[in-house]
């Protein structure tokens, strides 16, 4: 009898994990994102950003180097531990005890021994279900924060994005200047000619028409000065992005990032809605808060801390301590506050999943109308363009046209260029803002079919 009465409480306080099937899952997709923290911060190698550097080489880094998503993902790992804290049974301390008894006779010292076991009455043992349930809310809150990373990471992959491809442009759009400038110099060396021709004493309108050239032509330069040092703090902010130094040289490709090919719409639009992170951690809060209900309603159950003594071979002892519900008024108002959190969030759920429904469509719609005035620039202002230039450039072969209305030509194809490179930069930036409202990369997304052509423009030539 001894002997199976040990046993059985050896068992009993052995302990064991009641973690939900799902949790398995949780803590591989855990340790799959949290490789490249595996080692401290100041030991880690980050890759060395190539020249030129392209987005994907800038993303990369940004990824790897970004504290705050390393925070998202440390978070992330402090909920999954504590869902095995709150699935592991039992879930009091045990309480050992020993007694003496002093007497007269001639009992045996080891009749003289009381010994006993029993859970610590200052936190009642739970009902296995009670573990079970915590477990499961716990996972619930695990998951928010598996959710909660996923944001942080689409978050800081659309600001390095937009980070490179406005530095992209801006560098495009300080060469289409310059070309602009030395057109302008030309002009100037034009009516600075028409001046000499005129004599010491001619040429009045003259003298007002170069003039004028001089000061747009230094207006040009005023602005490719400050276009250089608007550069220079895009880089300077990038660098901080990429945990370089802020005077860390980023060189670029010469040409714009060809465009990244995306599915049709109706694809778009399914996967903006139904693989949002923000969606999916506020369904997991709807779940954990279900949970919660569930589990202030079972505190209508009794909890039971089991005892267990014997002394020497006299006796032996069994017996139960069982904890009462007795507080209904804190558990009915405990219940009700779970109930009115659910809803909560529901009504949150319900409320994020419109505006981010809205809110994606409208993002595609002006990703498509940057594509529309893209190819409607391409296809149609700048042949015109190219045109105007090429009969300018004829008729001033022909002598039947001046100088500065052939550079006015050329200045408009110019600033054609750039209209279509801006186009091209917002549909990117556009796209980069689609994957952080439905965070999936829109390479992941199969099939693809391309909806923009990916020929690398050339300014006009």
Same mark, same amino acid.
């Given at each position: 009898?001894?002997?199976? %009465?040990?046993?059985?409480?050896?068992? =009993?306080?052995?302990?064991?994990?009641?973690?939900? !099937?799902?949790?398995? &899952?949780?803590?591989?997709?855990?340790?799959?994102?949290?490789?490249?923290?595996?080692?401290?911060?100041?030991?880690?190698?980050?890759?060395?950003?190539?020249?030129?550097? $392209?987005?994907?080489?800038?993303?990369? +880094?940004?990824? /790897?180097?970004?504290?705050?998503?390393?925070?998202?993902?440390?978070?992330?790992?402090?909920?999954?531990?504590?869902?095995? *804290?709150?699935?592991?049974?039992?879930?009091?301390?045990?309480?050992?005890?020993?007694?003496?008894?002093?007497?007269?006779?001639?009992?045996?010292?080891?009749?003289?021994?009381?010994?006993?076991?029993?859970?610590?009455?200052?936190?009642?043992?739970?009902?296995?279900?009670?573990?079970?349930?915590?477990?499961?809310?716990?996972?619930?809150?695990?998951?928010?924060?598996?959710?909660?990373?996923?944001?942080?990471?689409?978050?800081? &992959?659309?600001?390095?994005?937009?980070?490179?491809?406005?530095?992209?442009?801006?560098?495009?759009?300080? +060469?289409?200047?310059?070309?602009?400038?030395?057109?302008?110099?030309?002009?100037?060396?034009?009516?600075?000619?028409?001046?000499?021709?005129?004599?010491?004493?001619?040429?009045?309108?003259?003298?007002?028409?170069?003039?004028?050239?001089? =000061?747009?032509?230094?207006?040009?330069?005023?602005?490719?000065?400050?276009?250089?040092?608007?550069?220079?703090?895009?880089?300077?902010? =990038?660098?901080?992005?990429?945990?370089?130094? @802020?005077?860390?040289?980023?060189?670029?490709?010469?040409? %714009?990032?060809?465009?990244?090919?995306?599915?049709?719409?109706?694809?778009?639009?399914?996967?903006?809605?139904?693989?949002?992170?923000?969606?999916?951690?506020?369904?997991?809060?709807?779940?954990?808060?279900?949970?919660?209900?569930?589990?202030?309603?079972?505190?209508? /159950?009794?909890?039971?801390?089991?005892?267990?003594?014997? $002394?020497?071979?006299?006796?032996?002892?069994?017996?139960?301590?069982?904890?009462?519900?007795?507080?209904?008024?804190?558990?009915?108002?405990?219940?009700?506050?779970?109930?009115?959190?659910?809803?909560?969030?529901?009504?949150?759920?319900? &409320?994020?999943?419109?505006?981010?429904?809205?809110?994606?469509?409208?993002?595609?719609? *002006? =990703? +498509?109308?940057?594509?529309?005035?893209?190819?409607?620039?391409?296809?149609?202002?700048?042949?015109?363009?190219?045109?105007?230039?090429?009969?300018?450039?004829?008729?001033?072969?022909?002598?039947?046209?001046?100088?500065?209305?052939?550079?006015?030509?050329?200045?408009?194809?110019?600033?054609?260029?750039?209209?279509?490179?801006?186009?091209?930069?917002?549909?990117? !930036? +556009?796209?980069?803002? /689609?994957?952080?409202?439905?965070?999936?990369?829109?390479?992941?997304?199969?099939?693809?079919?391309?909806?923009?052509?990916? @020929?690398?423009? $050339?300014?006009?030539?």
């Amino acid at each position: 009898m001894r002997v199976l %009465l040990i046993t059985g409480l050896a068992l =009993l306080f052995a302990g064991c994990m009641m973690k939900p !099937k799902e949790t398995h &899952q949780l803590d591989q997709e855990l340790q799959e994102a949290g490789k490249p923290y595996q080692k401290p911060f100041a030991q880690r190698q980050l890759p060395e950003l190539p020249s030129p550097a $392209t987005w994907q080489d800038v993303l990369q +880094r940004s990824l /790897l180097a970004n504290g705050e998503l390393e925070a998202a993902y440390d978070e992330w790992r402090a909920a999954e531990e504590r869902i095995g *804290a709150a699935s592991y049974w039992p879930n009091s301390n045990v309480s050992l005890g020993f007694e003496y008894m002093f007497s007269g006779g001639s009992v045996k010292t080891w009749d003289r021994v009381t010994t006993s076991a029993a859970f610590d009455p200052s936190t009642p043992l739970k009902m296995p279900s009670k573990i079970r349930k915590g477990g499961e809310a716990a996972l619930a809150s695990a998951q928010q924060a598996a959710q909660s990373f996923a944001a942080a990471k689409f978050r800081i &992959q659309r600001q390095a994005l937009t980070s490179y491809y406005d530095l992209a442009l801006m560098q495009d759009q300080i +060469r289409l200047m310059r070309q602009n400038l030395e057109l302008q110099k030309l002009t100037v060396q034009n009516v600075r000619s028409r001046v000499q021709a005129g004599g010491a004493g001619g040429g009045g309108a003259a003298q007002q028409d170069m003039l004028r050239a001089q =000061l747009a032509a230094r207006v040009m330069e005023n602005e490719i000065a400050t276009m250089q040092s608007q550069a220079k703090a895009m880089r300077t902010m =990038l660098n901080g992005m990429m945990a370089r130094p @802020t005077d860390a040289p980023i060189e670029l490709p010469e040409t %714009l990032p060809d465009p990244r090919p995306i599915p049709a719409d109706d694809q778009l639009i399914a996967m903006g809605v139904d693989t949002s992170p923000e969606i999916k951690r506020l369904a997991a809060q709807v779940k954990g808060r279900q949970d919660a209900i569930d589990l202030a309603k079972m505190q209508y /159950l009794p909890d039971i801390s089991p005892t267990a003594a014997f $002394t020497g071979s006299v006796s032996q002892t069994i017996g139960a301590m069982i904890v009462l519900p007795t507080t209904i008024p804190m558990i009915e108002a405990s219940i009700k506050e779970a109930q009115a959190m659910r809803e909560a969030s529901e009504s949150m759920l319900r &409320q994020t999943r419109q505006d981010k429904a809205a809110n994606f469509v409208a993002t595609l719609y *002006a =990703l +498509r109308n940057a594509e529309r005035q893209e190819a409607f620039y391409r296809d149609n202002i700048l042949p015109v363009t190219r045109q105007v230039l090429q009969a300018a450039r004829q008729d001033y072969t022909a002598g039947r046209l001046g100088l500065g209305e052939l550079l006015d030509a050329q200045r408009m194809l110019i600033d054609v260029n750039r209209s279509i490179d801006q186009f091209r930069i917002d549909r990117e !930036k +556009r796209l980069a803002e /689609l994957e952080e409202i439905a965070g999936m990369d829109v390479e992941a997304i199969r099939p693809v079919a391309t909806t923009v052509p990916t @020929t690398t423009m $050339t300014n006009g030539k």
